[in-house]
């Protein structure tokens, strides 16, 4: 059951209008931001919520047991803080979230309404929606190893093992459809499924996979935040299809090798016995 203090449940039996809504959001890099829809700054737990954010909750509904809350946030693009750019970047995935009932003349007299974090968001020119997703949500994400034939590892991670030197390259021309022509790159190494950051130009430290590789042309899988020039740089670690035979031919890491290439087909596993087939008990062939 949820405690109000003495002091909010008198303003709300009161019927007074002085109640409004406060947002914490907490970045992964440890940044807080405060926000309200009052029209004037308040100050509590050390944060400032500004007014004026564009910020509007839809209703909040909350379950007993494990089922996880759901929620939604609209606001309007009117604050430096919260950017198209900095949407687009990242820099507000899976950051962390408080609302917060608040009567705005004694802002000491509040409660706790939700705790989550952020997930999908949408974005546009002047507005965004922002799924918020409630602590339970993280009871619904799928754990343990997959059984798969393709390994489950990312090449270069620690379970894979393989030591990885990007290869540095610089865009020399753009084609339509998000293709680039590149130099410096090895011309027999395989990018595609690789990943590309950028080091200089608009996108620096952003990443993007890559799609396809051949010869002096690359392609991504998706554009980065900011428009590609002629002349950026960046570093690329070729890609894997994550079969077992590119483990052992291309990379010779077949002893970590994370996945299971040996499990039965739906082919076997809907096989029967035949006239035509030998069933002797002897090895299939």
Same mark, same amino acid.
């Given at each position: 059951? @949820?405690?109000i ?10 019927g007074?209008?002085?109640?409004? $809504? ?8 440890? !940044?807080?931001?405060?926000? !309200?829809d $009052?029209? @004037?700054?308040?100050?509590f ?9 564009? %910020? ?6 909350? +379950? ?8 939604? =946030?609209?606001?309007? %693009?009117?604050?430096? +803080?919260?950017? /198209? !750019? ?15 009932? =608040? ?10 309404l939700?705790?989550?974090?952020? #997930? /999908?968001?949408?974005?546009? *020119?002047?507005?965004?929606?922002? /799924?918020l997703?409630?602590?339970? &949500? ?6 343990? @190893? ?9 090449? #270069? ?13 610089? =865009? ?27 080091? !200089? #130009? ?9 799609? /396809? &590789? ?18 950026? @740089? ?8 994550? &079969? ?16 299971? *290439? &040996? ?8 096989? $029967? ?13």
């Open positions: 059951m @949820r405690h203090p003495a002091p909010l449940q008198a303003a709300l039996d009161s007074v209008t002085t109640l409004c $809504h406060c947002w914490r959001l907490t970045l992964t890099d440890g !940044t807080a931001l405060g926000f !309200t $009052h029209d @004037r700054p308040l100050a737990d050390g944060l400032t919520f500004t007014p004026n954010a564009g %910020l509007d909750a839809g209703a909040l509904q909350s +379950a007993t047991g494990l089922a996880p809350d759901n929620i939604e =946030v609209i606001g309007a %693009l009117t604050t430096d +803080a919260i950017s /198209e !750019t900095a949407l687009e970047r990242g820099r507000f995935d899976d950051a962390e979230v408080d609302i917060f009932r =608040v009567d705005w003349s004694a802002p000491s007299s509040r409660i706790l939700f705790r989550g974090s952020i #997930g /999908e968001t949408t974005r546009g *020119p002047l507005a965004f929606t922002a /799924e997703r409630g602590m339970a &949500h993280r009871l619904d994400q799928p754990q343990g @190893r997959a059984y798969l034939p393709r390994c489950a590892a990312d090449l #270069g991670d620690a379970r894979c093992g393989v030591t990885l030197t990007p290869a540095q390259g610089i =865009v020399t021309a753009i084609a339509p459809y998000g293709a680039l022509t590149v130099t410096g790159l090895p011309p027999d190494a395989a990018f595609a499924h690789g990943l590309l950051t950028w080091t !200089t #130009g608009a996108n620096a430290a952003q990443s993007s996979p890559i799609r /396809e &590789h051949a010869g002096d042309r690359l392609t991504l899988w998706s554009p980065p935040p900011d428009p590609i020039a002629v002349g950026d @740089r960046f570093g690329a670690i070729r890609g894997c299809d994550k &079969h077992a035979d590119t483990c052992r031919d291309t990379f010779a890491n077949i002893a970590n090798f994370r996945g299971f *290439p &040996h499990m039965p087909g739906d082919d076997w596993m809907t096989s $029967h016995p035949g006239d035509a087939t030998p069933n002797d008990g002897g090895a299939l062939r």
